[in-house]
């Protein structure tokens, strides 16, 4: 009996141990602040939340949003600001970028189809996470590689629908 409890609670040290070491070896939360020039700050803060999963986002200042979160977030996030603040050229309106997550993010810049019309096809598609930029008439879409271009595909078809109209 007395090896027993010997073993148990040598058995439970090592645990706590190992989850210490675990817990020790996780990468501590960091943050950045980004420059938001094209958007308003709290529109940013509102994408970056969205498009990135970062729970923990606060304005800094109205050119300036504080992004705190682990290295990965922090890195989707700085893409995510990328996107809403790099200069729409016509002739490239899509742009896509890969995340570590296997997820891709693409920016589609509309021409003929209003915001409204695409967020609710996107919604119809069950595309995970989308986020509208109505001052630039640009739209963020992340989700898996397939869905991403479904939901590129999807669009095109609405501008060029519209475009004949």
């Known amino acids: 009996m007395i090896t027993v409890r010997f073993h148990l609670c040598a058995v439970l040290a090592c645990a706590i141990l190992s989850v210490g070491a675990a817990s020790a070896a996780e990468p501590e939360p960091t943050s950045a602040d980004l420059d938001v020039y094209k958007v308003k700050a709290p529109d940013a803060m509102t994408i970056v939340r969205t498009m990135a999963s970062a729970n923990k986002v606060t304005v800094v200042d109205e050119d300036t949003i504080r992004v705190s979160g682990t290295p990965e977030i ?15 050229d016509d002739g490239e309106p899509v742009v896509v970028r890969e995340f570590a997550d296997d997820t891709d993010i693409a920016r589609i810049a509309l021409k003929h189809v209003s915001l409204r019309e695409a967020a609710l096809a996107l919604r119809g598609m069950r595309i995970r996470k989308y986020a509208t930029q109505e001052q630039r008439q640009v739209i963020l879409v992340r989700d898996t590689k397939e869905q991403v271009q479904a939901a590129l595909d999807l669009i095109e078809a609405l501008e060029q629908e519209a475009s004949s109209r």
Do not use: K, N, S, Y
């Open 74 to 88: 922090l890195a989707m996030a700085a893409v995510v600001v990328e996107l809403i603040e790099q200069p729409i």
